[in-house]
């Protein structure tokens, strides 16, 4: 499946393992994100404690 330009906006603003929170991406709404998350190209974040974050995962760094 190709991401759509808003998808890959949003994938395009994670760095390494960084955490991104909702809004990072301006123009991109929380819905985007959320059908990132169920496509599994982005997951709740691992590497801090309860940020509310999300990470890019392998799925996601190989749409871009």
Do not use: H, R
Request: include cysteine; aromatic fraction near 6%; proline fraction near 2%.
């Amino acid at each position: 499946m190709k991401a759509t330009d808003k998808e890959l906006k949003v994938l395009a603003v994670f760095m390494d393992d960084q955490c991104e929170n909702i809004g990072k991406a301006s123009g991109v709404g929380t819905q985007i994100w959320l059908d990132l998350e169920a496509k599994g190209w982005i997951a709740e974040c691992t590497v801090c404690d309860d940020c509310g974050g999300y990470q890019i995962t392998p799925l996601g760094e190989s749409k871009l």
